[in-house]
C-alpha cells in the first residue's frame, strides 16, 4: 500500500516536468501552431478553468476554485494586459507585481478547507483577491501617472537572455516552488499535488514571458490539468471509500461482473466493533477502520481488498479456489489478533471527556481487536451473487460458533 502511494507521490512530482520539458524545447514551433487558431487558444484557459470552478463546486473542492480563479485573473492580466517585450516601465513593474501575488494566493488557499463555492470562506477569498487587485490597479495608476521606476538595475537585475524577471523574482518563484516539493514529499496530500502543479505551470509563462503564445499554453495544459484531477476526484468518490481510502461496495459490485470461472470471495467483520464504539467513542472507531483496512491490503495476498460497509470488509481472490486463499486469511485472522492498534487521538478525546488533561491515566492506549471470515468460491456456485451468499452465510456461522474464526463454506 505504502510503495503504491509513494509512487502516486513521484508520478505527480515527475508529471509537470515531463509535460513542460517538451513544452519548452518547443517554443520555437509553439507560435507558428497557435497563430493558425489564435482566437481558440488564447480563449480556451477561459473555458477550461471556469469548468474547473463549476465542477469544484459539484464536488466541493471549494480551493481547486480558488486556485482556478486566480489563475483566471493572472491569465487575464499577462494574455491582454501585459504587453510584454516592450519598454513600458509600467508593464515589467505589473510582471513583477503579479510574479510576487501569484504564488502567495495560491498558498493562501491552504488557510481554508474544502466545501462547496456558497460559502463564508470562498466568498472572503475571492473578496481578500478583488481587494488587492484594487490596490495594485491604485499602484500602477500612481506609478504611471508620476513616471516613478522602481526597477532600477541596482536593485533589480535583469538577464535578459534568461527572463525579463528580475534575477530576484526568480529565485521568489523557485523558492516557492521548493517549499511546494516539500509540501507534497511531506505530507503527501491532495491540495499539495494541486499547488505544486500550479506553480510549475505558471512558473513558465511568468519566467518564459518574452515567448509568444507561452502564456495560453502553459494556462491550457493546467485548466486540463485540474480539470481532470477533478474528475478523478469524482471517479474515486465513486468507487472509494472516503474513510479508509480502499475501494468501496461499489467498485466491488463492479468487480464482480469480471470475475471469470475460477475465483473466491471473503467476507470478514471486525468482532464487538460496536462495543469498540461504545466505549471509545466513534472516532476511535474510525480509527479502527482505518488500521484494520491498512493491514488488510499489506497481508491480502493476490485479493483485492473492499469495505463492504459498516465494519464488513470483503476480499476477492481472482484465479484461486477457497483452497488457495484460506492460508493467506488464516494468516490475515492471526496477525489482526496480535495486532496492536494505538489510537493517538484517545488521550486527547477521553481526557476531555473527564475535563482534566493531567493524572486521569488517558493515555495512547492499545486496542486489540479480532476478526471473523466467512469464504466461498465458484466450484459449485453458478454467480457472483452465489458466491458472495454463501461467504456471508460462513462469516455468520464464525459469528456464532465464538467468533476470531474462519469457516469455509
Known sequence: ?????????????????????????????????????????????????????????????????????????AYWWLEYHIDLPGEENTDHIELSLLTLLLPLSVFFVYAYRDTDLLNKFFALYVVTLVFVAYWVVLFLDYVHTNSIRFLNEDTFFVVSELSLLPIILVSYIGFCVIISIFLLLRKKRAIDIIVYTTLMFTLTPLVFSQSPHITCT??????????????????????????????????????????????????????????????????????????????????????????????????????????????????????????????????????????????TGCTDSNIKVTISIGLSDSQNRHTPNDVLEAADRALYIAKEQGRNRMICH
Not at 1 to 12: C, D, L, N, S, Y
Not at 26 to 33: K, M, V
Not at 46 to 52: G, H, N, R
Request: a positive charge; one cysteine or more.
Open 1 to 73: 500500500m505504502f510503495t503504491t502511494r509513494k509512487v502516486t507521490i513521484w508520478f505527480h512530482f515527475l508529471l509537470p516536468i515531463i509535460i513542460l520539458v517538451p513544452v519548452s524545447f518547443g517554443l520555437t514551433y509553439i507560435p507558428e501552431f497557435v497563430n493558425i487558431h489564435h482566437d481558440f487558444f488564447t480563449k480556451l484557459p477561459f473555458v477550461l478553468l471556469l469548468c474547473a470552478v463549476l465542477l469544484a463546486h459539484t464536488l466541493k473542492k471549494s480551493r481547486i476554485a480558488m486556485i482556478s480563479i486566480t489563475l483566471l485573473i
Open 218 to 359: 502553459s494556462f491550457s495544459l493546467l485548466g486540463a490539468y485540474l480539470l481532470i484531477s477533478l474528475v478523478s476526484t469524482s471517479h474515486r468518490l465513486a468507487f472509494h471509500d472516503p474513510l479508509t481510502g480502499i475501494p468501496a461496495r461499489h467498485a466491488m459490485e463492479n468487480d464482480l461482473k469480471n470475475l471469470g470461472k475460477r475465483y473466491s470471495i471473503a467476507m470478514l467483520d471486525i468482532d464487538h466493533f460496536k462495543k469498540i464504539n461504545d466505549q471509545y467513542g466513534h472516532v476511535i472507531g474510525d480509527d479502527v477502520l482505518k488500521l484494520i483496512a491498512k493491514k488488510l491490503e499489506e497481508l491480502s495476498g493476490d485479493g483485492k481488498v473492499y469495505r463492504y460497509g459498516g465494519e464488513e470488509f470483503a476480499i476477492i481472490f481472482k484465479g484461486q479456489y477457497s483452497t488457495d486463499a484460506r492460508d493467506y486469511l488464516e494468516l490475515l485472522r492471526v496477525a489482526v489478533e496480535h495486532y496492536e492498534m494505538v489510537c493517538h487521538e484517545r488521550k486527547e478525546i477521553m481526557c476531555k471527556q473527564r475535563r482534566s488533561l493531567i493524572n
